[in-house]
């Protein structure tokens, strides 16, 4: 079975600085999908990031960035020029590649908050 | 907008009761996914649709059961309600569910379920 830990459970961070949200995994497969998932106030799970496991090159979308070390079974999300709107919790999630199912399994999240 | 749709957005109800929680995926989606969040489990996987069949379960107790309808929508049905019930119920949906690398997951707003 995998299992994602976060181990920080909170986070601050001061507005236009960057942060870095850590995640490890456990996994005995060798392909599958990370994803960082964001839940602001009002509850709603949106997509941050997505990777998969047998891409080499970190995925980036604009200010978001991950580290994604395959050996070390590690996924970690760096936020750039961090915004107000940015405070929320976030949620490292996998994925199976199996081909049974594509069940997400999450982390227990962190929340992040970005300090004016 | 995630293009998820679930109704209703709140339900406050009594132990022992019954409820049906409502989703409808994005256009061209064919799985549909349940989780529950709660404070002390987090984010769990309950049950996952592929077209109108159950693919994956996760921890879905035996109170509670849920159907993907042939116009793709999806039930889940919770019956002999306990206040440990009390959670963020989501819908999420995704094009085909096999773990394929188009199976990024999108979720719906939630429905929050209180028991009383």
């Known amino acids: 079975a995998q299992t994602v830990t976060q181990s920080q459970p909170e986070m601050s961070v001061q507005e236009a600085e960057t942060v870095t949200l850590s995640c490890t995994y456990d996994?005995?497969?060798?392909?599958?999908?990370l994803f960082w998932y964001k839940q602001p106030p009002s509850r709603q799970m949106i997509l941050v990031i997505r990777?998969?496991?047998?891409?080499?090159q970190n995925a980036t979308e604009n200010r978001f960035s991950v580290n994604f070390q395959k050996a070390a079974k590690s996924f970690s999300l760096k936020i750039s020029d961090s915004q107000l709107g940015d405070t929320a919790m976030y949620f490292c999630?996998?994925?199976?590649?199996?081909?049974?199912?594509?069940?997400?399994?999450f982390g227990k999240g962190i929340t992040l908050s970005v300090r004016p | 907008d995630s293009g998820v749709t679930q109704t209703p957005k709140h339900l406050i109800t009594a132990t022992g009761q019954r409820v049906t929680l409502r989703c409808s995926p994005r256009?061209?989606?064919?799985?549909v996914y349940w989780y529950q969040q709660s404070l002390d489990q987090g984010l769990q996987f309950l049950i996952q649709?592929?077209?109108?069949?159950?693919?994956a379960k996760g921890n879905i107790l035996e109170r509670f059961s849920a159907q993907q309808f042939p116009d793709l929508h999806s039930e889940l049905n919770l019956s002999s309600l306990e206040l440990g019930d009390s959670a963020l119920y989501f819908c999420?949906?995704?094009?085909?569910?096999?773990?394929?690398?188009?199976?990024?997951?999108?979720f719906g707003p939630g429905t929050r379920l209180t028991v009383l």
């Open positions: 999420a949906s995704s094009v085909v569910g096999s773990g394929a690398h188009t199976d990024t997951q999108y």
């Open positions: 256009s061209g989606d064919l799985s």
């Open positions: 999630a996998f994925m199976t590649n199996t081909g049974a199912n594509s069940k997400l399994t």
């Open positions: 996994t005995s497969e060798n392909n599958y999908y």
């Open positions: 649709y592929y077209n109108g069949e159950e693919r």
């Open positions: 990777q998969e496991a047998y891409k080499q």
